[in-house]
């Protein structure tokens, strides 16, 4: 993320994958990482909010709630106001196909790129989820590679075989 801005406010809570960070801006979430995954940006800047502020504050509280909820095996989709002021138009669009991946289905990353209108652009597609700033909430965890192999997850393929198993097991 480039230049944050002091409006942005952040949380970091343990989950059964490990320590999640969210982000918030006044207009919604804008960020789900997982602790140490690749591509996850630098909170410096940006206001860390404490546990009990956070459960008042009305993004941050929900998505903690709804994210706990996912984890076990409650909730299947994310009702969340979302803010992503940043990507390129090509992520954003890359981004949003994924938002339409259901709950325990998966896809490919040749599918993908075929549904944003670019089928030769298997690699930028997969560049673009890797890059995903919703992690679980904008499901990347659904896009397989070739043959359904567990290629390519931010947050490590052990988090993505275990999402993946988690909605096998509640679908």
């Known amino acids: 993320m480039t230049n944050p801005s002091s409006s942005l406010l952040h949380q970091t809570f343990a989950t059964s994958l490990g320590d999640v960070c969210l982000a918030a801006n006044p207009e919604g979430l804008v960020g789900v990482w997982f602790v140490g995954q690749a591509h996850a940006p630098q909170t410096q800047g940006w206001q860390e909010v404490g ?11 929900l998505a903690h709630a709804q994210l706990n909820e996912y984890l076990a095996g409650q909730r299947q989709s994310f009702e969340l106001p979302l803010a992503l002021p940043f990507g390129t138009p090509f ?7 994924l938002q339409t991946i259901a709950y325990g289905q998966t896809t ?23 890059r995903n700033p919703l992690s679980m909430v904008i499901p990347c965890h659904r896009v397989l590679g070739a043959k359904g192999a567990l290629t390519g997850y931010a947050g490590g393929i052990a988090r993505k075989k275990s999402l993946l198993a988690l909605e096998a097991a509640h679908a």
């Open 51 to 61: 546990r009990p502020e956070a459960k008042r504050h009305p993004v941050l509280g």
């Open 108 to 130: 490919h990353y040749a599918d993908i790129a075929e549904r944003v209108g670019s089928p030769k652009a298997v690699r930028a597609v997969g560049a673009a989820i890797g």
């Open 91 to 97: 992520q954003q669009r890359v981004w949003h196909v």
